[in-house]
C-alpha cells in the first residue's frame, strides 16, 4: 500500500502550539485579579512648599519635616505571590478595605478625611500658639460598632456633652469616662439637643474589650464651635493625596512656619498620624509601609503614634529612629530632644497681640 511521507515538522509545530497554549493558559492564570489590595510603600514628601500662609510673614525652615503615604493597587495571583516574599508589602480583603462602599466611595471619604485634618491642623496650632478660635463643645459619634453596646442605643451624629454627670467637652473626656467603669457597668450618658432643648438622657450598658476593659462601641471625634476669626489664613495643597493621617505632620509644619527658629533642629524628620482637636495623635494605617518609605527616602527619624510604634520599630530595623507620641506635646518633646526650638516657640510681635495666652 502507499506510505504517506512525514511532513517536515508538523509534531514540532503541533507541540510548540501546545506548549503556547498552556504558557498562555499559565499567564492568565497568573494575571487573574483576585479580591485584594495590596498595601506597598507609598512616598514621604517634604511639607515645606506645600503650605501657604497668608496675613503674616512666615519663617521658612532649614529642616524638612515629611508626611508619608501608601501605595494601594488591586492584586493578581502574581502580585499575591510576589507579596509573600516582600515584608513591605500588606495585603487586605476587598471586603476589608472597602466595607461595602465603591472605589469611588472610598475615593470622597479619603478626600473629604483629608481636607478636614487640615482644617483641624489649623486650629490646633493656632490653639497651641494662644489663639482661641475654637470652643470645644463635646463628643460627636461617627460610627457605631455592630454588635457593640452602643448599636441601638447611640447614632451617627449625637454629640455626648455629660457622662456620668460630669460635662463633656472633647472626645477624650469620654474615652476616660468609659475607662473609668467596668464592664456590664451602666453609663448615664446626656445627648445634644439639636433644637437646643434640654438634652436627651440615656443608658448604655458597657460591653467588654478584647483586652477585658469597658466598651462603649463608638467612634468619637471633638466637635466644636468656631467663636473667632483665625489671626492667619492656611492653605494646604496636599494633591490627590487622601486620609487624614497626615494631621500632625500638617500641624507641626504650620507650628514651624508661624513661628522663628527652627523646630526641627534643621533635621529631616518624617511625621505621621491623625490629629484631633484635643491634641490627641491618633493611630493610622499602613504604619510598616510608610516606615519603609522613611528608610527608602534615607530619613532617619519618624514621628509616629505611640499606637503604631511597635510595628514602625520592627520595619525600621536600625536605619531610622522611631518616637511614638499620644500627643502634639509629646511630639514636640520629640522634635526637642533632636536640638530643635519646640519648646521654646515664641509668637512674632505681629501675632502676638492676639494670642490669649504664653505658648505651650
Avoid at 536640638?339 to 504664653?358: F, I, M
Amino acid at each position: 500500500r502507499d506510505e504517506v511521507a512525514p511532513v517536515p515538522g508538523r509534531r514540532t509545530a503541533i507541540a510548540a502550539v501546545g506548549v503556547a497554549a498552556r504558557v498562555g493558559a499559565l499567564w492568565r492564570g497568573l494575571t487573574w485579579q483576585l479580591d485584594y489590595f495590596a498595601f506597598s510603600p507609598g512616598s514621604a514628601s517634604p511639607t515645606n512648599g506645600l503650605i501657604d500662609v497668608e496675613g503674616t510673614e512666615p519663617f521658612p525652615p532649614e529642616g524638612d519635616l515629611f508626611f508619608t503615604t501608601v501605595s494601594s493597587r488591586t492584586v493578581t495571583v502574581l502580585d499575591w505571590i510576589g507579596a509573600q516574599l516582600d515584608p513591605a508589602v500588606e495585603l487586605r480583603s476587598r471586603d476589608d478595605v472597602l466595607g461595602g462602599r465603591s472605589n469611588e466611595e472610598r475615593r470622597e471619604q479619603n478626600a473629604a478625611a483629608m481636607l478636614s485634618s487640615q482644617d483641624v491642623a489649623e486650629v490646633v496650632a493656632l490653639r497651641h500658639l494662644g489663639f482661641d478660635v475654637v470652643e470645644f463643645v463635646g463628643a460627636m459619634v461617627v460610627a457605631v460598632g455592630e454588635d457593640t453596646a452602643a448599636e441601638g442605643v447611640l447614632e451617627v451624629g449625637d454629640v455626648v456633652v455629660e457622662a456620668e454627670g460630669e460635662a463633656i467637652t472633647t472626645q477624650i473626656e469620654l474615652v476616660e469616662a468609659v475607662r473609668a467603669l467596668e464592664p456590664g457597668a451602666t453609663l448615664e450618658l446626656a445627648i445634644r439637643d439639636p433644637d437646643g432643648g434640654e438634652p436627651e438622657r440615656l443608658d448604655v450598658v458597657l460591653g467588654e474589650s478584647e483586652e477585658g476593659q469597658a466598651l462603649l462601641g463608638v467612634s468619637i471625634v471633638t466637635d466644636w464651635e468656631q467663636i473667632a476669626a483665625p489671626p492667619v489664613d492656611v492653605e494646604i495643597a496636599a494633591g490627590s493625596v487622601g486620609g487624614p493621617s497626615a494631621g500632625l505632620a500638617w500641624t507641626l509644619t504650620i507650628l514651624d512656619l508661624l513661628t522663628p527658629g527652627e523646630l526641627t533642629g534643621a533635621n529631616r524628620v518624617a511625621v505621621t498620624g491623625t490629629m484631633e482637636l484635643d491634641g490627641t495623635v491618633g493611630p493610622i494605617g499602613g504604619v510598616v509601609q510608610k516606615t519603609y518609605a522613611v528608610r527608602e527616602q534615607g530619613i532617619d527619624v519618624f514621628i509616629v503614634p505611640e499606637a503604631d510604634a511597635e510595628a514602625a520599630r520592627a520595619a525600621a530595623g536600625d536605619e531610622v529612629q522611631i518616637f511614638g507620641v499620644e500627643n502634639l506635646d509629646e511630639a514636640l518633646e520629640a522634635l526637642d530632644d533632636l536640638g530643635g526650638n519646640a519648646l521654646a516657640l515664641e509668637v512674632p510681635g505681629e501675632l502676638a497681640e492676639g494670642a490669649s495666652e504664653p505658648v505651650g
